[in-house]
């Protein structure tokens, strides 16, 4: 399975923010949202850097809660991995899993059209194990 079709079923909608929005301003979003991370999109809407849960509690330790009047380019994680549509779930498990972050912006020619969290490409591993599973089945089944 890949990512596009994770974002088949999930959705492409993708919360974004302009690098000048307040850590508290994100930290409100997040909370509404329900959401994990948020996109930060600088000029033409061009990927900029994403924000976490993790990230807004990191600044909040080290600067008190002064933290929350910053903009979000001073905390944002600049340094973005993304993926394609045509990533594969093992693909996005090692990435995330090395790189110790759970978001995933969907990137293509250059443009965002999507994101997937750990949540997303665990759901979507273990329904393909599923389908393994009972493949398999059918075929000992009928020997």
Known sequence: MNVAAILK?????????KPETTLLEISQRLAQKKIGAIIIVGEAGKLAGIISERDVIRAISEHGAAALDQPVSQVMTKAVISCQETSVLDELME???KGRFRHIPVMEDEELVGIVSIGDVVKNHIAEVEM????MRGYLATG
Do not use: I
């Open 132 to 135: 393994e599973v009972t493949a």
């Open 9 to 17: 079923s999930k959705g492409r909608a993708v919360a974004t923010a």
């Open 95 to 97: 990435l995330m899993t």
